[in-house]
Each structure stands twice: as C-alpha cells, then as structure tokens.
Nanobody, 114 residues
C-alpha cells in the first residue's frame, strides 16, 4: 500500500495563498486517480479536487477558479495551489490516491484568519 505525505499547510490571511504537496512512495502516475479532500470540524470529509491518470481534472464548485490541482513528475508530488483563500476554507486537507485500494495521507491543517 502506498504511503502519502502531505505538506504545506499553515496559517494564512483571507485572500492569501498556500500550496499543498502530497508526496507518494510510488509513482503518482501509477494511480488511477489522485485527489484532495478536506474536513472541517463537525463536518463530513468532502472532495476538493481530483486528477485522473489521463489528466482529467475536476473541482468542487466552491473552489473553482481559486484552486489548481497538478502533478509534478520530477518531484513525484501532487500539488494543490490555493489562492484567494476564504474563511470557509479552513480544514484538514487530505491527499487521496486510488489504485485498486484507496490510500490516504495523514492530513495537513489549513487555517485562514486575520
């Protein structure tokens, strides 16, 4: 089972930016789909963005135009560029990768506060 390690979370002011990274122990291009999920306190985990092996990308409606998911072959990471962060974006963000079985990272915290 692949291991996923997220990084890049932190505290940012409203309107600011953060870049999350997810590093995998196996080639990120070996997964049929990789995704970012988030879970805020008291809420269910929700899909933020996904990228399929062939390159198709999907975003949740409330992050479209603000977040960008990508893959970097050289560093073997999946990234989430988050711009124009809003007070409703804070959560634990999780990396997810699927290839027969579903793998999860441990999560990275994102806080948006002035």
């Amino acid at each position: 089972q692949a291991q996923l390690v997220e990084s890049g979370g932190g505290l940012v002011q409203p309107g600011g930016s953060l870049r999350l990274s997810c590093k995998a122990t196996e080639s990120i291009f070996s997964f049929s789909v990789m995704a970012w999920y988030r879970q805020a306190p008291g809420k269910q985990r929700e899909l933020v963005a996904s990228i399929y092996g062939g390159g198709s990308i999907n975003y949740a409606d409330d992050v479209k135009g603000r977040f960008t998911i990508s893959r970097n072959r050289a560093t073997n990471t999946m990234n989430l560029q988050m711009n124009s962060l809003k007070p409703e974006d804070p959560a634990v963000y999780y990396c997810n990768a699927h290839r027969g079985v579903t793998n999860w990272g441990q999560g990275t915290h994102v806080t948006v506060s002035s």
